[in-house]
């Protein structure tokens, strides 16, 4: 990176940033309190509170949310006349899924061959060192010159809505000019990408019953109708013979237009087995960034491991869909919630229900902000051009503050480029792109507040 003074104190930061990143990651904040104690999750929340009292940060508050989370909110003023911009990232984490496949602890963040593992490293925890790395680097080469509100979120993850419905109820609260969502990622490490379309997501559980009771498979089988049976023909009726995702009534034909997405690099990211065909049609930036995308995230059936004879009455699973731009999650949770119905077979008992959703969302890449960030992004990456992408995943507040600001701009960046495999075990950090990233926000701040 070529020196400047901006950098060079974010590089002075980063052994603190590390130590403050592993603090967080410790915290065991997952936002589903059936699985882990709430306690993890009001004690991260308080750590990041101190964090931002610590930075001057003024009206810092923790905020109860409809769903029982907590989001943490401060402000920091900056010249009188200044611009206000927010900055958001959410501090809750998904679940590790299976511990002991995790090369280090999930929840210590523990450096290996160049990154920083731990769960929460790169989404969003990070994000928030992110977020502080900048204002302090601003704070020591000539001050913030902007009012700044910083938002941290409790359950993003969970998808439950919580932040979407207090920022309703207090809309004065997060009103921004320019909104920056530290929840997104680059491309690939080292190209420098701004986010500029979500899919939006709905889940769903599906419920089939078919018996009062289970029944021996050697006395019944045959004619007995088997829910279980009759859930995977429902499922298998979700996706063509190519894997492409097929509800009843929803377009699954749109195009992305920008940047693209090659079949290697993607096999690579995604880590695709040998001989494993991809699924669907059209491009990868297609497929993952334009189009709907159905996923089954996991079914109640008896594990393999003591698995008895017989032929089961009820069975259950959670599917997810995710939503391109353009689609309204709402109808096209309707529409998934009627074909599962109509293609459930053999008459068999059905409930639907839908658990969580969250709008797709697309921004203006032709604003004053993208030019102030792109101008911002040429510097932390010497050499690169900022590019457009697309993201498969979900933030469901964009929506919410889009609705609410209209006027506002609203980017997305982030640490959670392909290496650092979020949701997935030993997920990581690059630090050179949060010392990168965090000069890029730094710079941003400064060219916006003087455009």
Not at 63 to 90: I, W
Not at 150 to 167: D, M
Not at 182 to 191: H, Q, S, T, V
Not at 195 to 201: A, H, K, S
Request: proline share 6%.
């Amino acid at each position: 990176m070529s020196s400047n003074p901006v950098a060079e104190t974010v590089a002075s930061l980063l052994p603190q940033a590390k130590a403050e990143l592993a603090e967080l990651v410790a915290f065991k904040s997952v936002a589903d309190f059936a699985q882990f104690p709430k306690s993890e999750s009001e004690a991260a929340a308080h750590w990041i509170a101190d964090a931002l009292r610590a930075e001057g940060f003024a009206d810092v508050a923790l905020l109860d949310t409809p769903d029982g989370t907590q989001s943490v909110y401060g402000f920091l003023p900056g010249p009188e006349g200044a611009k206000t911009v927010l900055l958001y990232a959410h501090y809750d984490v998904q679940p590790p899924l299976d511990e002991a496949g995790w090369t280090t602890p999930p929840f210590e963040l523990t450096e290996r061959d160049g990154r920083w593992y731990g769960r929460g490293s790169a989404d969003c925890k990070g994000g928030v060192l992110m977020h502080l790395l900048a204002l302090r680097a601003l704070k020591a080469n000539g001050g913030v010159p902007v009012h700044v509100k910083v938002i941290v979120e409790g359950s993003e993850e969970q998808g439950t809505g919580g932040l979407e419905r207090y920022a309703e109820q207090h809309p004065e609260l997060l009103a921004a000019d320019t909104i920056v969502i530290g929840d997104a990622g680059n491309f690939r490490a080292g190209l420098p990408t701004v986010t500029t379309t979500l899919r939006g997501m709905t889940l769903v559980r599906v419920a089939v019953d078919t018996l009062a009771g289970n029944l021996h498979s050697g006395q019944f089988g045959g004619a007995a109708p088997d829910a279980l049976g009759a859930l995977v023909r429902v499922l298998d009726s979700l996706r063509a013979e190519d894997g492409s995702t097929t509800v009843d009534g929803l377009d699954a034909t749109a195009a992305w237009d920008g940047l693209e997405y090659t079949e290697e690099q993607f096999r690579s990211d995604a880590r695709v087995l040998d001989g494993v065909e991809l699924i669907g049609d059209g491009s990868i930036a297609d497929r993952i960034w334009a189009r709907p995308a159905v996923t089954v995230l996991g079914i109640d059936c008896p594990p393999v491991i003591g698995a008895t004879p017989s032929v089961q009455s009820s069975a259950r699973a959670l599917i997810s869909l995710r939503v391109p731009p353009g689609v309204d999650a709402a109808a096209a949770t309707k529409l998934l919630q009627a074909h599962v119905e109509a293609h459930t077979p053999w008459g068999a008992r059905v409930t639907t229900e839908q658990i969580g959703q969250g709008q797709p969302f697309r921004a203006d890449p032709s604003s004053p902000a993208y030019q102030a960030m792109a101008d911002a992004m040429a510097v932390a990456y010497p050499g690169e051009t900022m590019q457009y992408a697309g993201q498969g995943g979900s933030i469901p507040l964009c929506n919410t503050l889009a609705r609410l600001y209209p006027q506002a701009e609203i980017l997305l960046i982030g640490l959670s480029e392909p290496e650092a495999q979020i949701h997935a075990v030993d997920e990581s950090v690059s630090p050179e792109e949060l010392e990168r990233l965090s000069v890029a926000e730094a710079l941003f701040l400064r060219n916006y507040a003087a455009g």
